[in-house]
């Protein structure tokens, strides 16, 4: 993609302008990155997946942690099958994982959560508890714009778009944390594949790591975007009770508690 070139070109002055814009345009908060020095970044993308500085997002004491800074898109129970995305609009667990109905099964009336990352947003992705990977599926799609207003007007938007689904398994049973792209997407990326897209196959296609002990902590850095979007999470029945302050539209950040591991019998 033309917007994904650009972004990752080395071009001294021009990027630097094309950052400072940006970060005026958008009210970046240059002063939470580990360097707030606009010049110092010779790409775009670089910029986009800027590190925070140490200690900008501490962790709370929680089960489960919110993985991203943004906005509470959605989140709440999985009615059977179906994941609430706005008003008149739902889409099913099986079409979020690509199609995999055993996978999509383990998440029958349980809960989810869409996060959304706005421009002006840390861009990386963190681990909202303790997981090892087992799976991780590329699934091609269209690239829609994930912006609230987009939300409210396309039908099983979040299942259509193009998406990375990264399965872990947990202290708490396992989980979904899906990577949804969006317009102008340069690419997505996670810390043990590196770039997942491009390329771009037109095809699901998929890795296996059950045999790999690939482990995280929680807060652990997991992925990140460039240039981009949403994140969905799958929980299974009973597992989590969130955060009683949660609400959509409202502002979130990294570190923040999310969840709350249900009681029994929940």
């Known amino acids: ?17 094309v950052i400072r814009w940006f970060v005026g345009r958008y009210g970046v908060n240059m002063a939470e990155a580990a360097n707030p020095d606009i010049a110092a970044y010779p790409t775009f993308n670089e910029f986009f997946t800027r590190p925070l500085r140490d200690g900008a997002r501490p962790l709370a004491a929680a089960d489960f942690i919110c993985p991203v800074d943004g906005a509470i898109s959605q989140f709440g129970a999985i009615e059977r099958d179906q994941i609430f995305q706005a008003k008149g609009h739902s889409y099913s667990t099986t079409a979020l994982v690509g199609g995999d109905r055993e996978l999509a099964a383990q998440f029958e009336d349980g809960s989810f959560a869409t996060l959304y990352l706005s421009p002006r947003d840390y861009h990386r992705i963190h681990m909202p508890c303790d997981g090892r990977l087992k799976r991780m599926i590329y699934v091609p799609g269209a690239l829609f714009s994930v912006n609230p207003t987009t939300a409210r007007g396309v039908p099983g938007l979040f299942a259509r778009n193009e998406r990375v689904v990264c399965v872990f398994d947990s202290p708490h049973g396992p989980f979904v944390l899906t990577l949804v792209g969006a317009t102008i997407v340069g690419s997505m ?12 196959p037109g095809h699901i296609r998929e890795w296996q790591y059950a045999d790999r002990q690939i482990g995280f902590r929680q807060g652990d850095e997991m992925g990140r975007f460039l240039l981009g979007s949403t994140v969905v999470m799958l929980f299974p029945k009973g597992v989590t009770q969130f955060n009683p302050d949660w609400a959509p539209a409202r502002a979130i950040r990294l570190g923040e508690a999310m969840a709350v591991k249900a009681p029994t019998g929940q």
């Open 1 to 17: 993609m033309l917007a994904g070139k650009l972004a990752n070109a080395r071009a001294g002055d021009l990027t630097t302008s």
């Open 189 to 200: 990326a996670t810390v043990w594949h590196g770039m997942v897209n491009p390329p771009r």
